[in-house]
């Protein structure tokens, strides 16, 4: 069967007009014959789409040893956006899990030939990223830094360099390039029928011309698959539908909302050049031209990302294939000119075509796999931002992995359908937003920068009075959070000049709002925390959160316990704070984004018992942190209640009155390591305890600050927050959390057995806080995130955040040391020694400064006196 | 600043000495020579050179200063009589050939001009768009939206602009206003005019239950919603007087009640002639708060001219009370625009109006009446709110401001009594109601001052508004088909297209696209940058001389929406 198949696809590959003569005599190409072969009545997982994403699910999914699985492809194989997909394999991503995907891609496809025997037009012939500013090279070098450690060959190199290795370039208005000799080109059809080929022979089924209708869903679990040509029941369905996901994932009773939406994407064709082009010339990409050029059949391919995109499909349609959409000369004007600019000698080549193929685009510009949070069973792949070529082997690994193992082999969480709501799943939303992310590709990408649609949805009761007084706002899982407050008559730069890799203009205000909080009192808006109650009516509450948290939980009502929710790898799912409430009742509070991953994997643990209610309370409170050395007299004032250590000890929940209102959940927290608490307050009494503290604090100089001061304060602590340092392949023997593992407390809980090995035999990588010694705030680049770290000149790991301490008046780093055996790479054991014996280096865009290690915070920072156990370590925020 | 607004093209009333203020200008000399060095001060060569100029040609009649009659009349004929309109047009070269020989002597000439960024924030500084809000998708107004821009050449600038929809009734109302003799007469109609005409239109229930609402103090109903740009302002003070006299007509109109269901032309002629009133009455009466008196004084002695369009479904009324005009675009079959006047300009140049007033006036007064195109010699338009010069008798007059604030008693003009003046009233506030019904092709509408239709043919209008309007999408797609193209072809096909509607492209406004077009247009029809660069950085004193304030509305009327109209009708 598969050699018939692999002789049909090779034959029509090289006669694409016999293919379109005959399609409509011809239905499957399983066979020859003018019937299609029925449909399995069953599979153990039924994939929907036949691109690049789903044929590589298929592949790593049969080599994974998985058989019984039917692909299934509304028009055929490799139809959609993957047969104009511009068919380049970069690895020169930002984002480390990318990288790897990218990396992982151009290993498989460079063997796919020699494995399949179909042709993939497999061609290394690597890239060159154009800087046309000193900014872009900057964002270059940090790329080079992290491909470099990751061993790909990459350099900065310079403009004369550029022109010997592509002749036809103008390099006048070039600062520099980056060059990664590794990157390929391929056929981007090719490869999708090579995979689909390579699954076939693995005994994977694929029905062309088969169109899903909807996913029957029951009791949260997939059970099967509607078509145009019968059901299919299965356990597991991937929705690999490219730009049509959105759709078919609204289309069953319950809806998975995936959140992607297309827009047109417009890629020139040129006749071969008179000195054809030769197909081992490296691809161009000049972002700040918003183009990229590569070779095509001795001539050239050229498209790129316009300021001023064209969404399409708002209201969804659908159609069997795409068709090629109108060309729109006047729209690629601006980009033909940049291509132009960049290569004046090709004025006079001629033009073959200009191809208009929509691509899919997701509000972060992150694409989209995993589980869906409401049916067990489907799993989504999608969303590629035009780099589904790329992505497409590695991605399909991690998901094939992620179906058979029940976790990838990477932390995708970035990736994870899961970080996303129902909110971001509005048409409009979406529509909106998709116009600003595509731009986006070949923007500067630069700290700190916030998407600036599709804002104000989900908002604080506050916000306007927080607004009217200053506050700068970033977006957090759609809830809007301050950033820092501008005092009156201190303007800052508008949003496109205040774009820096240096020191921001908000430097001073955020340093003013530190030391409030070091000094006197700070009220920061917390509200956008995700908020659970977790209850039942005898002991069920308890005795299921011992079981899914690694610390003690059986403590005295009204305590308050930091845990971690850890997965049977003892990895963190999610960092917490619990409060018992009563015997009976909890309140857990996690970082913002954890809305919808922490609700499923609780609703997936815990025991199905109508006596145990989970709640999701985040709407119902707003949360005021009041921090500082003074927020005890704020909140005393309010009260008329006692709130020294003795009477209000730290990691404690007391409901009371504050002004008028009653019934306000204090907790003596703050996330930050400051002393002061965290206000609770039922909505509707927000304005009234807000303007109460502000008014009794004003005798005690308090003042509103936003999460960059927050984040400045947890980080010289040496807090880790979930999301940005924490993930689920991180335990708490790794972070120096061993105080929040009770190993002990006389019941098994999930990873148990993981952390007691941990304690015996050490651990594999350490969480570590650097401290920038040559590093000048002012005129020195700053450090982000995932910065290379260098001991004693090695590449140990990379950083997860950092932020300037102005306690300590340097950049502080938190990130994680690995200890590589020097031959074979292998991980060892990191030691405290290990880690105190080093001589550090933290890498910023290839310039690298000397950095001293603490495995502890600095304890004079501490002012105050408190046990070892309960100084607070945790928190919840992420850039 | 009453003394320095006194004296403007429409109405020059200055007798009495010429009075250049010279001690003022010596003054501010060396101010001006301490602000050269400054690189922010981006025209100080020509404000010297204009000194310099001041001091060689001591009687220069300038705009914003009282000056004789007699050389007023001469400059003022000269620029305004239509007749002359090419020696207008070229008497602002003359100046500019001036400034730029001097401009030689300079070591930084580049410094005259204007970027077209700096000339696009000019441009942009009032402009204000409205859309008609969307529900579920569709919007079942027969107003997409409007444009509206204004480009002071006054300072401050007279004309007025308002918007608002009616809440308590359907339709949505625009007007321009042009002010003469200050702007206090213009702000107050375009702060009054619109709630007098929404009262008229209210049915006899709801004017009850807005008088039962203020008698027990309860909320009142909202009659209008604003459109407002941040820089049109409504004044505080006057907000408490303004509502007691709206509220005297409505409990007028509740006595009146005659069951009958409001006809619009009527209601706006009573609205437009209520508010005159009123004005008028005021002045008499005064205010015992002494700014009040002062303001409600000021609003009766200048004058303002409106134009107000009201738009209900597919019926479209149009107002107008003066010389702005309301003109509807219209894209014929093949395409292209034409310009359908709506309005009537009330001024010398309508026989009908010159009839007009002659009837209302006994005959010995025919030859008096209008001279030099203006009424009794000294107003351009024939009709206008306020001007209570033209209406009042002389004793009412003499009586109003010799009880008045000293501020009134200092200032010539109010003092001065228009010569031949025997039978007042000699100007109404009555407007000429046009009725019209919105056909699919009926685009759009442009309500301007006259300050637009000074420097463009309404059918220029109509083209630029329709082109703007319609924009890129009338180009036809390129394709390339089987043709042989290449690059540095297509590209330059692109460029070309692109030039074409860059103008287009540069604003969002269609207001602004067309005083872009009426300030920098040259002979061949086109932009000119230069030009345009040169128009905008005339010193405020001098502005004055080459354009008057323009103020635009472009209404964009919903074709599908008065389509359906049509459609239900058949």
């Given at each position: 069967m598969?050699?018939?198949l692999l002789?049909?696809?090779?034959?029509r590959?090289?006669?694409?007009?016999w293919?379109r003569?005959?399609s409509?005599q011809?239905?499957?190409?399983?066979?020859?014959?003018p019937?299609?072969?029925?449909?399995?009545?069953?599979?153990?997982?039924v994939?929907?789409?036949?691109?690049?994403?789903?044929t590589?699910?298929a592949?790593h999914?049969?080599?994974m040893?998985?058989?019984d699985?039917?692909?299934?492809e509304q028009?055929?194989?490799?139809?959609?956006?993957?047969?104009?997909?511009?068919g380049?394999?970069?690895?020169?991503?930002?984002?480390?899990?990318?990288?790897k995907m990218?990396?992982?891609?151009?290993?498989?496809?460079?063997q796919?030939?020699?494995?399949?025997?179909?042709?993939t037009?497999?061609?290394?012939?690597?890239?060159?990223?154009?800087a046309?500013?000193?900014?872009?090279?900057i964002s270059?070098?940090?790329?080079?830094?992290?491909l470099?450690?990751?061993?790909?060959?990459?350099?900065?190199?310079?403009?004369?360099?550029?022109?010997?290795l592509h002749?036809?370039?103008?390099?006048h208005?070039l600062?520099?390039?980056?060059?990664?000799?590794?990157?390929?080109?391929?056929?981007?059809?090719?490869v999708?029928?090579?995979?689909?080929t390579?699954?076939?022979r693995?005994?994977?089924?694929?029905h062309?011309?088969?169109?899903?209708s909807?996913?029957t869903?029951?009791?949260?679990?997939?059970?099967?698959?509607?078509?145009?040509?019968g059901?299919?029941q299965?356990?597991?369905f991937?929705?690999?539908?490219?730009q049509w996901a959105?759709?078919?994932?609204h289309?069953?009773?319950?809806?998975?909302?995936?959140?992607?939406?297309?827009?047109?994407?417009?890629?020139?064709l040129?006749h071969?050049?008179?000195e054809?082009?030769s197909?081992s010339?490296?691809?161009?990409?000049?972002?700040d031209?918003?183009?990229?050029?590569?070779?095509?059949q001795?001539g050239?391919?050229?498209?790129?990302?316009?300021?001023?995109?064209?969404p399409?499909?708002?209201?969804?349609?659908?159609?069997l294939e795409?068709?090629?959409?109108q060309?729109?000369?006047?729209h690629f004007?601006p980009?033909?000119?940049?291509?132009?600019?960049?290569?004046?000698?090709?004025?006079?080549?001629?033009?073959?075509?200009?191809?208009n193929c929509?691509?899919?685009f997701?509000?972060?510009m992150?694409?989209?796999?995993?589980e869906?949070?409401?049916?067990?069973?489907?799993?989504?792949?999608a969303?590629?931002?035009?780099?589904?070529i790329?992505?497409?082997g590695?991605a399909?690994?991690?998901?094939?992995?992620?179906?058979?193992?029940?976790?990838?082999?990477?932390?995708?969480w970035?990736?994870?359908?899961?970080?996303?709501g129902?909110?971001?799943?509005?048409?409009t939303?979406?529509?909106?937003?998709?116009?600003e992310?595509?731009?986006?590709?070949?923007d500067l990408?630069?700290?700190?920068?916030?998407?600036?649609?599709?804002?104000?949805?989900r908002?604080?009761p506050?916000?306007?009075r927080?607004?009217a007084?200053g506050a700068?706002?970033?977006?957090?899982?759609?809830f809007?959070?301050?950033?820092?407050?501008?005092?009156?008559?201190n303007?800052?730069?508008?949003?496109d000049?205040s774009?820096?890799f240096?020191?921001p203009d908000?430097?001073?205000?955020?340093?003013?709002?530190?030391?409030?909080?070091?000094e006197?009192?700070c009220?920061?808006?917390m509200?956008s925390?995700?908020k659970?109650?977790?209850?039942s009516?005898?002991?069920?509450?308890?005795?299921?959160?011992q079981y899914?948290?690694?610390?003690?939980?059986?403590?005295p009502?009204?305590?308050?316990?930091h845990?971690?929710?850890?997965?049977?790898n003892?990895?963190?799912?999610?960092?917490?704070?619990?409060?018992?409430?009563?015997?009976?009742?909890?309140?857990?509070?996690?970082?913002t984004?954890?809305?919808?991953h922490?609700?499923?994997?609780?609703?997936n643990?815990?025991?199905?018992?109508?006596n145990?209610?989970?709640?999701?309370?985040?709407?119902k409170?707003t949360?005021l942190?009041?921090?500082?050395?003074?927020?005890?007299?704020?909140?005393?004032?309010l009260?008329?209640?006692?709130?020294?250590?003795?009477?209000?000890?730290?990691?404690?929940?007391?409901?009371?009155s504050?002004?008028?209102?009653?019934?306000?959940?204090?907790?003596?927290?703050?996330?930050?390591?400051?002393?002061?608490f965290?206000?609770y307050?039922?909505?509707?009494?927000a304005?009234?305890?807000?303007?109460?503290?502000?008014?009794?604090?004003?005798?005690?100089?308090?003042?509103?600050?936003?999460?960059?001061a927050l984040?400045?304060?947890?980080?010289?602590?040496?807090?880790?927050?979930?999301g940005?340092?924490?993930?689920?392949?991180?335990?708490?023997?790794?972070?120096?959390?061993?105080?929040?593992?009770?190993?002990?407390k006389?019941?098994e809980?999930?990873?148990?057995?993981?952390l007691?090995?941990?304690?015996?035999?050490?651990?594999?990588?350490?969480?570590?806080?650097?401290?920038?010694?040559?590093?000048d705030?002012?005129?020195?680049?700053?450090?982000?995130?995932?910065?290379p770290?260098f001991?004693?000149?090695r590449?140990?790991?990379?950083?997860?955040?950092?932020?300037?301490?102005?306690t300590?008046?340097?950049?502080?780093?938190?990130?994680?040391?690995?200890?590589?055996?020097?031959q074979t790479?292998?991980k060892?054991?990191?030691?405290?020694d290990?880690?105190?014996?080093?001589?550090?280096?933290?890498?910023?865009?290839?310039?690298?400064?000397?950095?001293?290690?603490?495995?502890?915070?600095?304890?004079?920072?501490?002012?105050?006196?408190?046990?070892k156990?309960?100084v607070?370590?945790?928190?919840?925020?992420?850039e | 600043?009453?003394a320095?607004?006194?004296?403007?093209?429409?109405?020059?009333?200055c007798?009495?000495?010429?009075?250049?203020?010279i001690?003022?200008?010596?003054s501010?000399?060396p101010?001006l020579?301490?602000?050269?060095?400054?690189?922010?001060?981006?025209?100080p060569l020509?404000?010297?050179?204009?000194i310099?100029?001041?001091?060689?040609?001591a009687?220069y009649?300038?705009?914003r200063?009282?000056c004789?009659?007699?050389?007023?009349?001469a400059?003022?004929?000269?620029r305004?009589?239509?007749?002359?309109?090419?020696a207008a047009?070229?008497?602002?070269k003359?100046?500019f050939?001036h400034?730029?020989?001097?401009?030689?002597y300079?070591s930084?000439?580049?410094?005259?001009?204007?970027?077209?960024?700096?000339?696009?924030?000019?441009l942009?500084?009032?402009?204000?768009?409205?859309?008609?809000?969307?529900?579920?998708?569709?919007?079942?107004?027969?107003?997409?939206?409007?444009d509206?821009?204004?480009?002071?050449?006054?300072?401050?600038?007279e004309?007025?602009r308002?918007?608002?929809t009616?809440?308590?009734?359907r339709?949505?109302?625009?007007?321009?206003?042009d002010?003469?003799a200050g702007?206090?007469?213009?702000?107050?109609?375009?702060?009054?005019?619109?709630y007098y005409?929404?009262?008229?239109?209210?049915?006899?229930e709801?004017?009850l239950?807005?008088?039962?609402?203020?008698?027990?103090?309860?909320?009142?109903?909202?009659?209008?919603?604003?459109h407002k740009h941040p820089?049109?302002y409504f004044?505080?003070?006057?907000?408490?007087l303004y509502?007691?006299?709206?509220r005297?007509?409505?409990q007028?109109?509740?006595?009146?009640?005659?069951?009958e269901?409001?006809?619009?032309?009527?209601?706006?002629?009573?609205?437009f002639?209520?508010l005159?009133?009123?004005i008028?009455?005021e002045?008499?009466?005064g205010?015992?708060n002494?700014?009040?008196?002062?303001?409600v004084?000021?609003?009766?002695?200048?004058?303002?001219?409106?134009?107000?369009?009201?738009?209900d479904?597919?019926?479209?009324?149009i107002?107008?009370t003066?010389d702005?005009?309301?003109?509807l675009?219209?894209q014929?079959?093949?395409?292209?625009?034409?310009?359908?006047n709506?309005?009537?300009?009330?001024?010398?140049?309508?026989?009908?109006?010159?009839?007009?007033?002659?009837?209302?006036?006994?005959?010995s007064?025919?030859?008096?009446?209008?001279?030099?195109?203006?009424?009794?010699?000294?107003l351009?338009?024939?009709?206008?709110f306020?001007d209570?010069?033209f209406?009042?008798?002389?004793?009412?007059q003499k009586?109003?401001?010799?009880?008045?604030?000293?501020?009134?008693?200092?200032n010539e003009?109010?003092k001065?009594?228009?010569?031949?003046y025997?039978?007042p009233?000699?100007?109404?506030?009555?407007p000429?109601?046009?009725h019209?019904?919105?056909?699919?092709?009926?685009?759009?509408?442009?309500?301007?001052?006259?300050?637009?239709?000074?420097t463009?043919?309404?059918?220029?209008?109509?083209?630029?508004?329709?082109e703007?309007?319609?924009?890129?999408?009338?180009?036809?797609?390129?394709?390339?088909g089987?043709?042989?193209?290449?690059l540095?072809?297509?590209?330059g096909?692109?460029?070309?297209?692109?030039?074409?509607?860059?103008?287009?492209?540069?604003?969002?406004?269609?207001?602004?696209?067309l005083i872009?077009?009426?300030?920098?247009?040259?002979e061949?029809?086109?932009?000119d940058?230069?030009?345009?660069?040169?128009?905008l950085s005339?010193p405020?004193?001098?502005?004055?001389?080459?354009?008057?304030?323009?103020t635009?509305i472009?209404?964009?009327?919903?074709?599908?929406?008065i389509g359906?109209?049509?459609?239900e009708?058949?």
């Open positions: 598969f050699l018939r002789s049909d696809i090779q034959w590959a090289a006669h694409p007009t293919r003569m005959t409509s011809r239905s499957s190409s399983t066979t020859a014959e019937q299609p072969v029925a449909l399995p009545a069953q599979a153990q997982v994939i929907c789409g036949g691109g690049v994403m789903g590589s699910v592949y999914l049969s080599k040893g998985w058989k699985i039917v692909l299934l028009g055929r194989l490799a139809a959609g956006t993957t047969r104009f997909c511009a380049i394999v970069s690895a020169a991503r930002p984002m480390s899990i990318e990288l990218a990396h992982y891609s151009n290993k498989l496809y460079q796919l030939e020699q494995e399949t025997g179909v042709q037009g497999y061609m290394k012939t690597g890239s060159i990223s154009l046309q500013t000193q900014d872009r090279l270059l070098k940090r790329i080079a830094s992290s470099n450690v990751m061993g790909i060959p990459c350099e900065i190199i310079s403009p004369k360099k550029v022109l010997q002749p036809l370039i103008n390099i208005d600062v520099g390039a980056m060059y990664v000799p590794e990157d390929a080109l391929v056929s981007s059809a090719n999708s029928l090579a995979l689909a390579a699954a076939s693995n005994g994977v089924q694929i062309e011309r088969t169109c899903v909807h996913v869903i029951q009791k949260g679990r997939v059970t099967g698959v509607e078509t145009d040509r059901r299919i299965c356990e597991y991937v929705n690999c539908a490219g959105y759709e078919l994932g289309s069953g009773e319950e809806p998975v909302h995936i959140p992607l939406h297309a827009c047109e994407h417009f890629y020139l040129t071969p050049l008179k054809p082009l197909s010339l490296p691809t161009i990409v000049d972002p031209g918003r183009i990229y050029i590569r070779n095509w001795g050239i391919l050229s498209g790129g990302f316009e300021k001023n995109p064209k399409l499909f708002t209201e969804g349609r659908n159609q795409i068709q090629n959409l060309e729109d000369w006047d004007g980009l033909l000119s940049a291509l132009l600019r960049r290569m004046p000698g090709l004025e006079s080549l001629q033009i073959m075509q200009l191809v929509p691509e899919s997701t509000p972060d992150r694409c989209i796999m995993g869906s949070p409401t049916a067990r069973g489907y799993f989504v792949l969303g590629m931002n035009s780099a589904g790329s992505y497409g590695g399909g690994k991690y998901l094939a992995e992620w179906i058979v193992n029940g976790y990838p082999s990477e932390n995708v970035p990736l994870d359908l899961k970080r996303f129902t909110l971001q799943s509005s048409r939303f979406l529509r909106h937003r998709v116009m992310v595509m731009p986006l590709m070949y990408k630069v700290p700190r920068w916030d998407f600036q649609t599709g804002r104000q949805l908002t604080s506050l916000y306007d927080l607004d007084q700068r706002w970033m977006e957090k899982h759609g809007e959070r301050v950033k820092y407050f501008v005092p009156p008559g303007d800052l730069l508008d949003l000049h774009k820096t240096y020191k908000w430097f001073d205000i955020v340093g003013s709002e530190v030391k409030c909080c070091k006197a009192v009220v920061i808006d509200s925390f995700t659970f109650e977790i209850s009516t005898g002991d069920q509450a308890l005795e299921s959160l899914l948290f690694s610390n003690d939980l059986d403590v009502v009204g305590h308050v316990v845990t971690g929710m850890l997965n049977e003892g990895g963190y799912e999610n960092d917490c704070s619990i409060a018992r409430l009563s015997k009976r009742s909890f309140f857990m509070i996690s970082p984004d954890q809305q919808v922490c609700w499923t994997w609780l609703k643990h815990l025991p199905d018992d109508s145990l209610v989970l709640e999701d309370v985040t709407w409170y949360a942190n009041l921090i500082g050395p003074r927020a005890v007299d704020v909140l005393s004032e009260s008329y209640a006692p709130m020294t250590a003795e009477h209000f000890p730290s990691l404690f929940c007391k409901e009371m504050v002004g008028y209102a009653n019934g306000i959940r204090v907790m003596s927290i703050t996330h930050t390591g400051e002393p002061g965290v206000l307050i039922p909505i509707e009494y304005l009234h305890v807000y303007n109460e503290v502000m008014n009794m604090g004003q005798k005690y100089g308090i003042r509103n600050a936003g999460y960059y984040r400045s304060l947890r980080i010289e602590k040496f807090f880790a927050f979930w940005q340092d924490l993930d689920a392949f991180t335990t708490p023997m790794e972070c120096g959390r061993e105080f929040q593992v009770k190993l002990d006389g019941m809980f999930l990873g148990q057995e993981v007691l090995e941990q304690k015996q035999n050490g651990v594999y990588k350490r969480f570590t806080m650097f401290i920038l010694e040559d590093h705030t002012d005129m020195d680049l700053w450090p982000w995130w995932g910065e770290i001991r004693n000149g590449y140990v790991g990379k950083t997860t955040s950092s932020a300037y301490s102005y300590l008046e340097r950049h502080v780093c938190l990130g994680f040391v690995h200890h590589f055996d020097e790479g292998e060892l054991v990191v030691t405290t290990f880690i105190n014996q080093g001589e550090y280096e933290i890498d910023i865009a290839g310039q690298r400064f000397q950095a001293k290690a603490k495995l502890y915070p600095f304890s004079s920072l501490f002012t105050q006196r408190r046990r156990d309960e607070e370590l945790s928190g919840y925020q992420r | 600043m009453l320095a607004s006194c004296c403007d093209r429409r109405m020059c009333v007798p009495g000495p010429r009075r250049i203020a001690p003022v200008r010596s501010r000399l101010l020579s301490d602000a050269m060095p400054a690189p922010a001060h981006l025209f020509i404000r010297n050179c204009e310099s100029r001041i001091g060689s040609t009687c009649c300038h705009h200063h009282l004789c009659l007699s050389s007023h009349f400059h003022s004929h000269f305004y009589a239509p007749q002359k309109k090419f047009l070229y008497r602002p003359e100046h050939n400034f730029i020989h001097t401009r030689d300079a930084t000439p580049q410094r005259f001009y204007l970027t077209p960024s700096q000339v696009n924030s000019i942009k500084a009032n402009e204000y768009s409205f859309k008609v809000p969307e529900f579920d998708g569709k919007n079942v107004s027969s107003v997409l939206g409007f509206s821009n204004q480009l002071p050449a006054n300072a401050p600038i004309d007025r308002s918007a608002a009616c809440l308590q009734t339709g949505m109302l625009l007007g321009v206003f002010g003469h702007c206090a007469c213009a702000q107050a109609v375009s702060e009054r005019l619109f005409i929404a009262v008229s239109l209210l049915p006899h709801t004017l239950e807005i008088e039962n609402a203020v008698e027990s103090g309860r909320a009142l109903l909202p009659i209008l919603q604003w820089n049109d004044s505080k003070e006057a907000s408490k509502f007691n006299s709206l005297t007509y409505w007028e109109l509740i006595d009146l009640n005659s069951g269901t409001t006809d619009v032309r009527e209601a706006l002629i009573n609205a002639k209520r005159d009133n009123d008028s009455l002045a008499q009466v205010d015992p002494s700014f009040l008196n002062y303001l004084l000021r609003v009766a002695f200048s004058g303002a001219t409106a134009c107000v369009a009201h738009v479904g597919v019926d479209l009324h107002a107008n003066g702005s005009r309301a003109m675009g219209v014929e079959e093949d395409g292209s625009w034409s310009a359908v709506l309005s009537y300009d009330h001024n010398a140049q309508n026989e009908r109006e010159v009839e007009r007033v002659k009837m209302e006036h006994p005959k007064e025919e030859k008096s009446l209008v001279k030099q195109d203006r009424l009794l010699g000294l351009m338009p024939f009709r206008a306020g209570v010069k209406k009042w008798s002389i004793e009412l009586r109003v401001v010799e009880s008045g604030p000293d501020q009134l008693n200092d003009y109010t001065f009594i228009p010569p031949n025997h039978t009233p000699y100007l109404t506030a009555e000429e109601v046009i019209h019904r919105l056909r699919p092709q009926d685009k759009f509408l442009v309500l301007a001052t006259d300050g637009l239709w000074e463009m043919h309404r059918q220029d209008v109509a083209r630029i508004v329709g703007y309007l319609t924009g890129v999408h009338h180009q036809q797609p390129i394709a390339v089987g043709y042989k193209v290449t540095g072809q297509m590209h096909l692109l460029t070309e297209r692109r030039a074409r509607i860059s103008s287009v492209f540069e604003d969002q406004n269609a207001a602004t696209h872009r077009h009426a300030v920098g247009n040259n061949f029809g086109t932009v940058h230069e030009r345009l660069s040169k128009m005339l405020e004193e001098l502005a004055r001389m080459y354009r008057d304030d323009i635009i472009v209404v964009q009327f919903n074709s599908h929406v359906a109209y049509q459609d009708e058949l």
